[in-house]
């Protein structure tokens, strides 16, 4: 395509549990990868059919937040290698165009959570992410970032592959925007600051992602002024999440939050429009989001 939009694939974690994968927490996504891989596999040929250009590799939550130290140590880096072969066959395959295949590097440390980064630890982590999938994925996607050190651990991790870097952020998104002088992280650091970081390591896009909907407006704009101000070309892309506002991952690695029933695929696809009109070239879904939404996006706003 040309700079007309790309549709980013949906949620996971969901899409596992609705066609019947092995599915709980705190293992989350990852119990289908150790267990059932062929549903993770079914998940991205959904998303494909369904229109999305990119999919994401199922290792969010090979993390030992999720499926604990020993585990990861042992396994990890069979399960992030597994994760990018899964998505990059599913790429493959696809006769009538071309899928790029995203590797998804989480916030080691759990969603949301900031004060618990520790760069040490977070590299570690990362290493085994990066050289597990580096041979299987397209570009980098370092999702759900709440502060400015969480995505520095990323591009160290990331630069030495030669691959494009993607960062995706989370918002604040627990008070309203007209109560932000500016939009911020979870960590209070600013979007703008986001913005610079992403120019100054050479990120191909910066996404706004497992936030509600209504925060990503302003984020998108404040993106693209930073952007226009600094005169670097950086896609800007958003993924929101489906859920009310989340404040911390300790709950969610144990129970499932219910899905908002204001957010069916229409509600969401209407919310697509703005983000596009704002300047999102790069559009999907995240928590709570599945193939019924890409579809919808990838059917009505493939040319944002």
Same mark, same amino acid.
């Given at each position: 395509?040309?700079?007309?939009?790309?549709?980013?694939?949906?949620?996971?974690?969901?899409?596992?549990?609705?066609?019947?994968?092995?599915?709980?927490?705190?293992?989350?996504?990852?119990?289908?990868?150790?267990?059932?891989?062929?549903?993770? =596999?079914?998940?991205?040929?959904?998303?494909?059919?369904?229109?999305?250009?990119?999919?994401?590799?199922?290792?969010?939550?090979?993390?030992?937040?999720?499926?604990?130290?020993?585990?990861?140590? !042992?396994?990890?880096?069979?399960?992030?290698?597994?994760?990018?072969?899964?998505?990059?066959?599913?790429?493959?395959?696809?006769?009538?165009?071309?899928?790029?295949?995203?590797?998804?590097?989480?916030?080691?440390?759990?969603?949301?959570?900031?004060?618990?980064?520790?760069?040490?630890?977070?590299?570690?982590?990362?290493?085994?992410?990066?050289?597990?999938?580096?041979?299987?994925?397209?570009?980098?996607?370092?999702?759900?970032?709440?502060?400015?050190?969480?995505?520095? !651990?990323?591009?160290?991790?990331?630069?030495?592959?030669?691959?494009?870097?993607?960062?995706?952020?989370?918002?604040?998104?627990?008070?309203?925007?007209?109560?932000?002088?500016?939009?911020?992280?979870?960590?209070?650091?600013?979007?703008?600051? !986001?913005?610079?970081?992403?120019?100054?390591?050479?990120?191909?896009?910066?996404?706004?992602?497992?936030?509600?909907?209504?925060?990503?407006? !302003?984020?998108?704009?404040?993106? =693209?002024?930073?952007?226009?101000?600094?005169?670097?070309?950086?896609?800007?892309?958003?993924?929101?999440?489906?859920?009310?506002?989340?404040?911390?991952?300790?709950?969610?690695?144990?129970?499932?939050?219910?899905?908002?029933?204001?957010?069916?695929?229409?509600?969401?696809?209407?919310?697509?429009?703005?983000?596009?009109?704002?300047?999102?070239?790069?559009?999907?879904?995240?928590?709570?989001?599945?193939?019924?939404?890409?579809?919808?996006?990838?059917?009505?706003?493939?040319?944002?």
């Amino acid at each position: 395509m040309t700079k007309q939009g790309l549709v980013l694939d949906g949620g996971t974690g969901r899409e596992l549990e609705r066609i019947g994968a092995p599915f709980r927490q705190p293992e989350w996504s990852a119990l289908a990868l150790m267990e059932a891989p062929e549903y993770v =596999r079914t998940v991205h040929d959904n998303y494909i059919a369904a229109g999305a250009d990119v999919i994401t590799t199922n290792s969010y939550a090979v993390v030992p937040f999720h499926i604990g130290d020993a585990r990861f140590e !042992a396994d990890g880096a069979m399960l992030a290698a597994r994760a990018g072969r899964l998505a990059r066959d599913a790429a493959d395959a696809s006769r009538d165009r071309k899928i790029l295949v995203a590797g998804s590097l989480p916030p080691v440390f759990g969603s949301y959570q900031p004060d618990r980064f520790d760069p040490e630890l977070a590299g570690r982590y990362l290493d085994v992410l990066v050289d597990g999938m580096a041979p299987s994925v397209d570009l980098w996607l370092a999702e759900t970032q709440s502060s400015l050190a969480e995505a520095r !651990a990323a591009h160290a991790a990331t630069q030495a592959s030669g691959k494009p870097l993607w960062l995706s952020f989370t918002l604040r998104d627990d008070i309203p925007v007209s109560d932000m002088p500016e939009p911020l992280l979870r960590s209070n650091e600013t979007v703008k600051a !986001a913005a610079e970081l992403a120019a100054s390591v050479g990120a191909q896009a910066m996404l706004f992602n497992c936030s509600m909907p209504e925060v990503m407006e !302003a984020a998108i704009e404040t993106a =693209r002024s930073t952007f226009a101000d600094l005169d670097v070309d950086i896609r800007v892309g958003v993924y929101a999440n489906a859920f009310p506002s989340q404040q911390g991952d300790e709950e969610a690695n144990a129970t499932l939050t219910e899905v908002r029933e204001d957010l069916d695929p229409t509600a969401y696809g209407e919310w697509a429009k703005r983000w596009a009109a704002s300047g999102a070239s790069i559009i999907g879904g995240c928590c709570g989001i599945g193939a019924d939404h890409i579809h919808r996006l990838a059917k009505d706003y493939r040319c944002f």
